[in-house]
């Protein structure tokens, strides 16, 4: 099993907002807005030391994504921040328009993502937001998987031509990848090597993947750990050729079931290499109120649920 | 002959484009196209600093145009064609399949002329002012304009924009509003009223210019002057409030919201095209 340290946990947004300000210092075109979340996302670092390219939007996100299109117009690098429930559920429409038919260079940095956002309950816990994004055509879907990462995948998505939605999330996770390690849109990084199963997870379910196979390991399951931080465009040959390695899969994301990353594999493994496939993601059902970790728990997204499935996936080969 | 006979002329024949392609493509929006017709036969050839031949989208050092209400996309079409966007000749394929003359404007044709797709309605405005923006940012002195429709203003990310224009002082933008009354289902004022617009926008913080006859070249000329004077010593964008006539040029389409998405049969095209004179050559 391939050794990694958790150097200490961190908060995705903020991988973001260090990210934002380290590309906004390289690139001048590089813009930001925010909708009265600031703070929140992380980007007062980079509205600081650029105020002329930052612009609050204030409570009114719909206009903010359209703002941010005619800013790429001029060959700016607009990102606009909010938290995903808004900037996915919200203004779908405008990114549908304005961003993805249109084919603009918009960068959408969606914050408190998934459950983990916690105590604020289900109506912020956005759970569908991967599903929509992806459904849209040109539009990539980055899932990074720590601070580290997050911030990597930034300065990436900076530099890639065309729409980027970027998802991470409130809560500290582990922070295990290298600081300065060159993130690569469009491509699944494997982290472990097994034989029996594939795990392919993505955002901090990584990290819970990484724990499931030591688990897995002690059982004499050995498993390939794939961390899926890009959804769309999805690398099918890492993902298909460890498949057909393992004969068996389980996937693991912070999202329903419904249009997430599990179902996008379920979707290529019909089409290419039939296999038991086991999802680990929240199923019909809306989130609550409570701590990031009660809630990975009690909705069945933690390493002992990976664990579990793997071994169903495993029995069923 | 005078610039105003020759916009007139212009206009004449823009008019005939939309009438024959709704008809030839047996579906469009005619009414609200006639009602815009003037303005946007003055941008593009008389205000607009712009280089047809070498367009391209980022718009750099030329002024841009955003049509917001997207449906009235026959209009921004034959006004791109009458200038030398795109031959003539292609409007007769407006929506038909393979067409890069969408139903409402797309990018993803590389329709020369065309910035951004358009047609849910409400989000024109907010891209025009991201673009005047994006040209302050650059030291690019052109302008940004940019049309919205009456009844396009009922929806609530016309007033994000208007907001976010006014405190982020967005004063290389004039924006006009056909102000018809009219929309699909009746009168702006049935349908969801008040109205009060002009009002609206000042309480928003915009310089408002009244057009009394928005179908009026001198009126619309004599109110961009306006919004420019107004633009030259205070830092604010502005909205022009163009007072039209839906269907304008065409006795029965003449203030009803009756053509606002309905295509003329032939021979009511032929006594539309009757009251029209055909100026530059039909396509």
């Keep these: ?317 | 002959m005078s610039d105003i006979q020759r916009l007139k002329d212009i206009a004449c024949q823009i008019r005939r484009d939309i009438l024959r392609m709704v008809t030839m493509a047996k579906s469009g929006h005619p009414g609200g196209s006639l009602s815009s017709t003037d303005v946007v036969t003055v941008l593009y050839f008389n205000k607009m600093q712009h280089d047809p031949k070498n367009w391209n989208r980022s718009g750099k050092d030329a002024d841009m145009f955003f049509l917001s209400c997207g449906h009235e996309s026959p209009l921004l079409y034959s006004a791109l064609a009458r200038s030398g966007y795109f031959p003539v000749s292609e409007l007769a394929t407006f929506r038909k399949i393979g067409s890069r003359l969408q139903g409402h404007p797309a990018t993803d044709t590389n329709l020369p002329g065309v910035f951004e797709a358009s047609g849910s309605l409400g989000q024109g405005l907010s891209v025009a002012v991201g673009a005047a923006l994006g040209k302050k940012l650059n030291g690019d002195f052109h302008k940004v304009y940019c049309l919205v429709g009456d009844g396009e203003s009922q929806e609530g990310q016309i007033w994000e924009a208007a907001q976010f224009a006014s405190h982020h002082k967005v004063d290389n933008l004039i924006a006009f509003t056909d102000w018809n009354g009219q929309q699909i289902d009746g009168t702006t004022e049935e349908v969801i009223g008040p109205d009060h617009l002009d009002q609206r926008w000042k309480a928003f913080g915009w310089n408002v210019v009244i057009a009394e006859d928005g179908n009026n070249m001198e009126d619309i000329l004599s109110a961009i002057k306006l919004a420019e004077e107004l633009q030259a010593v205070e830092p604010k964008p502005v909205m022009v409030m163009l007072k039209t006539v839906m269907g304008k040029g065409v006795d029965f389409m003449e203030g009803t919201c009756k053509w606002h998405g309905k295509a003329p049969k032939p021979e009511e095209c032929e006594a539309a095209l009757k009251q029209i004179p055909e100026t530059l050559g039909d396509f």
């Design chain 1, 1 to 317: 099993m391939t050794k990694y340290t958790n150097t200490g946990n961190k908060d995705t947004r903020s991988g973001f907002g260090e990210g934002l300000l380290a590309i906004g210092r390289e690139c001048k075109d590089v813009v930001a807005l925010a909708a009265d979340l600031k703070g929140s996302v992380k980007m007062d670092a980079f509205a600081k030391e650029f105020p002329e390219r930052f612009f609050q939007a204030g409570i009114a996100e719909a206009n903010m994504i359209n703002v941010a299109a005619g800013l790429s117009l001029n060959g700016k690098i607009p990102f606009v921040g909010t938290f995903a429930a808004f900037a996915a559920g919200r203004v779908y429409d405008q990114v549908r328009m304005a961003v993805a038919y249109s084919e603009t260079n918009v960068k959408i940095a969606a914050s408190h993502a998934g459950i983990t956002l916690g105590e604020d309950g289900a109506t912020h816990q956005i759970l569908e937001d991967i599903g929509l994004m992806r459904m849209l055509p040109g539009m990539s879907v980055v899932v990074p998987c720590d601070f580290n990462q997050t911030k990597n995948a930034t300065i990436a998505a900076a530099k890639w031509n065309g729409p980027v939605y970027l998802r991470f999330g409130r809560p500290s996770v582990p922070n295990f990848t290298g600081e300065n390690e060159v993130f690569e849109i469009g491509k699944a990084y494997r982290l472990n090597d097994g034989k029996d199963v594939t795990i392919l997870a993505c955002g901090h379910l990584v990290w819970e993947a990484l724990l499931a196979a030591e688990e897995l390991e002690k059982e004499g399951i050995t498993a390939d750990v794939i961390n899926v931080a890009t959804i769309k465009p999805l690398d099918y040959d890492t993902i298909l050729n460890s498949i057909k390695k393992t004969g068996c899969v389980v996937t693991a994301e912070e999202h329903f079931i419904f249009g997430g990353m599990g179902e996008m594999i379920a979707g290529l493994l019909a089409s290419h290499f039939p296999a038991p496939l086991e999802f680990v993601a929240i199923a019909d059902k809306f989130g609550q109120s409570g701590t990031p970790s009660e809630l990975m728990k009690a909705y069945g997204l933690d390493a002992e649920h990976i664990v579990a499935a793997a071994r169903r996936a495993v029995s069923r080969k």
